[in-house]
Structure formats: structure tokens, C-alpha cells
């Protein structure tokens, strides 16, 4: 802070004018330790320079700096591309605590990826529990079971990995169903 440096430095040098021998003595001493020490560093040790007798004012000895600048007030900017996108479509993979969770920052701020996540996750669901009805069937339902399982765990990945990539790409043979059946959900 230039201002108060120089505040304290005119302070000083009053006081080490003003008092006594003694006083100005010390009165001296505390400027140039005070010069020395200061934030503004040389600045101050410009003005001091020369002992108490030799008054030298900053315009004398030096240029004043030019008073700092900053930097406009930041506007906020558009997010990274995809990137509140992405959080919604990835979070509305990760369970069914996630999708819920994914609604809810979806109403917040609505984009079309994570829309159309929504969309994939929300069929993806409704096929898990068609696949664990398959567990009622006897026989046939026990040995697809574990086919579906495999495939639904590759839809699962491939969903995911499009929704990381800020990817608007259905999941293979059911995704463009799903955003078919689902097309209005979570505009």
C-alpha cells in the first residue's frame, strides 16, 4: 500500500523534525528501518535518503508510479463446453440415487445432453427391471438371464463412456427407442 507507507514515512520524518536531539536521532533511525522493512520498498527509501536536514520530496528524487491497475470486474463466462452438461449426463449413470440427482440439477439449468442422458438412463432402467422380470419365467428366464445381464452391463459402459465424451450417441439398437418413446421427458 503506497498510500499508507507514505503516510507513515511523512509521520516519521515529522517526528524526527519536530522533537528534540535525542529524538531526532531515533526519529531517523525509524525511518530508514522502517524504509528498509516497508512494503513499498525502494519508494520509501528514495524519500529518506540524505538525513533529516536534506528534505527531498518524491517528485524531486523520483517519478511517482503510475497508481495500479485492475483488472475490469470478471463477467461470468459461458461454462466450458459440456461441462454442467456433462455433470448432469454422467451423474444420471451412476445408480438410481444418481439419476434422481440428475434430475435435480437438470431443472436447475436444462441442456440437451444431459436432456438426452436423461432419456437413455431412463429406458436403460425400465429395461433392468423388464430383464428381472425374466427371473419369474422357469427355464427360458434363467438362461437368458445372464445374456441380458452381460448386454445391459455393455449398454451400461457404452452410455457412459458417451455421456464422459459429451457425446449425444444412443446406445446401441435400444437408445434411439428410448429417445423415441422418451422424446418430450426432460425438455
Known amino acids: 500500500m503506497p498510500g499508507l507507507c507514505g503516510k507513515v514515512l511523512s ?14 536521532r531515533k526519529g531517523a533511525k525509524a525511518q530508514r ?3 528498509e522493512n516497508c512494503a513499498c520498498g525502494k519508494n520509501a527509501g528514495g524519500v529518506l535518503s540524505g538525513g533529516l536536514n536534506e ?4 517528485s524531486d528524487n523520483q517519478t511517482q508510479a503510475p497508481p495500479p491497475t485492475t483488472p475490469p470486474p470478471s463477467t461470468p463466462s459461458a461454462p466450458a463446453p459440456g461441462g454442467e452438461d456433462k455433470t448432469v449426463a ?4 451412476l445408480t438410481l440415487i444418481g439419476f434422481i440427482a440428475a434430475i435435480i440439477i437438470h431443472s436447475n439449468k436444462k441442456t440437451k445432453l444431459g436432456a438426452f442422458h436423461l432419456r437413455q438412463m431412463l429406458g436403460f432402467m ?16 434363467w438362461i437368458l438371464i445372464p445374456v441380458f445381464y452381460i448386454c445391459m452391463i455393455v449398454l451400461w459402459i457404452m ?10 450417441k444412443p446406445m446401441p439398437v435400444v437408445g434411439p427407442l428410448y429417445q ?5 421427458i426432460f425438455d
Open 33 to 35: 528501518n522502517f524504509a
Open 90 to 93: 454422467i451423474v444420471a449413470y
Open 180 to 184: 423415441k418413446w422418451f422424446g418430450t
Open 11 to 24: 509521520f516519521l520524518r515529522m517526528e524526527s523534525l519536530i522533537g528534540t536531539e535525542g529524538i531526532s
Open 55 to 58: 528534505r527531498k520530496s518524491m
Open 126 to 141: 425400465l429395461s433392468w427391471f423388464a430383464v428381472i422380470v425374466l427371473l419369474i419365467i422357469p427355464i427360458i428366464g
Open 159 to 168: 452410455g457412459l463412456m458417451a455421456a464422459i465424451n459429451g457425446q449425444m
